[in-house]
């Protein structure tokens, strides 16, 4: 079934359909779940609870949506969470400099690389703006964080980007009350928000959606002391480093030094196996292998869940041992 299938049924059927579609100046990026959406959004939370979160006794935590500007220094978001945008120096029109790339060039330059290096693309492929044909102007980074003012003094404070910032600060005192132990799972779904510069493709990309994130705090001296590797050591994944993935078991990725550790592999195991049950033709997904220019600041290695559709693959899930950076 192609996109456009899709999308028409969604629309008929009341899975979902775009926010505020009765007026005009509706905005891009926002979509409402109908009667039919929320009870399968509803049934794919269940299994994951049931699968993920109460198979290793993880804690689930509901966290604000708005916290404050500290936190997000202290992340990292205010100075590195940017897209690279390009501006029509004619009539104003703003894209992503990498995915207009991609579009037009079939060359994949990673979100995160130096901007010289979209200018370059634009330069010698010479890229026009596929509004009106003028020039675009330098490339530029975009935070896309949305910024809200608290109070009369309109404090300043974000609309988180992450579900996870919440998990990260909460982490001392769920740590101290819940009687923890290491390694310590704690989950969250809720909303998170992004002020993306050309949301598409329906709920593909979003600036309002939810997020279902898992943070697994964990000794770094014991990483391969996992109690349930065995459960999954010969569960079947796709891992692609260079061109194409290839098959192998949770065991012989981590022996092979693909997987950094026991720790890593385990949770690629048990979300392979998650997403097999939700539908997923796991032939067609990919463990795909994150470069240094690719992957999120704060991660030391990262690992993206995608599907192949007929859209070309799809991220549903980003795998990051993010090491000791929060």
């Given at each position: 079934m192609d996109y456009e299938t899709v999308m028409k049924l969604a629309l008929e059927r009341g899975f979902y359909f775009p926010s505020?579609?009765?007026?005009?100046?509706?905005?891009?990026?926002?979509?409402e779940y109908g009667p039919t959406g929320v009870g399968l959004k509803n049934k794919f939370l269940q299994l994951w609870r049931r699968e993920l979160i109460r198979r290793d006794g993880m804690l689930e935590i509901d966290g604000s949506q708005i916290m404050s500007k500290s936190v997000f220094e202290a992340s990292g978001h205010l100075g590195n969470f940017a897209d690279p945008i390009i501006k029509c120096s004619k009539c104003n029109s703003t894209f992503r400099a990498d995915k207009t790339i991609a579009e037009i060039t079939k060359i994949e330059i990673p979100e995160s690389a130096d901007l010289i290096e979209f200018d370059n693309a634009i330069s010698q492929n010479n890229i026009k703006c596929q509004k009106c044909k003028g020039d675009f102007e330098k490339t530029k980074n975009f935070n896309m964080m949305f910024k809200v003012g608290i109070g009369p003094e309109e404090e300043e404070a974000y609309l988180r980007p992450e579900t996870c910032q919440s998990i990260f600060v909460d982490f001392p005192r769920l740590y101290k009350t819940m009687r923890g132990k290491l390694p310590l799972g704690i989950a969250q779904?809720?909303?998170?928000?992004?002020?993306?510069?050309?949301?598409?493709?329906?709920?593909?990309?979003?600036?309002?959606?939810?997020?279902?994130?898992?943070?697994?705090?964990?000794?770094?001296?014991?990483?391969?002391?996992?109690?349930?590797?065995?459960?999954?050591?010969?569960?079947?994944?796709?891992?692609?480093?260079?061109?194409?993935?290839?098959?192998?078991?949770?065991?012989?990725g981590l022996e092979s030094g693909i997987i950094p550790n026991k720790f890593v592999a385990y949770y690629l195991g048990i979300l392979t196996e998650f997403y097999e049950k939700t539908g997923v033709d796991i032939?067609?997904?990919?463990?795909?292998?994150?470069?240094?220019?690719?992957?999120?600041?704060?991660?030391?290695?990262?690992?993206?869940?995608?599907?192949?559709?007929?859209?070309?693959?799809?991220?549903?899930?980003?795998?990051?041992?993010?090491s000791d950076y929060d």
């Open positions: 505020c579609e009765v007026y005009a100046d509706a905005q891009a990026g926002f979509w779904v809720g909303k998170s928000f992004r002020n993306e510069i050309a949301p598409r493709q329906s709920l593909l990309r979003l600036r309002e959606f939810y997020q279902a994130e898992i943070e697994v705090f964990c000794n770094p001296t014991k990483l391969d002391v996992v109690e349930k590797f065995e459960e999954i050591q010969d569960v079947i994944i796709r891992i692609q480093t260079d061109s194409e993935p290839v098959a192998m078991t949770c065991k012989e032939t067609k997904s990919r463990f795909r292998k994150l470069g240094e220019k690719e992957k999120a600041f704060y991660a030391e290695v990262a690992f993206d869940f995608e599907v192949e559709t007929t859209i070309g693959w799809l991220e549903l899930v980003a795998c990051n041992y993010r």
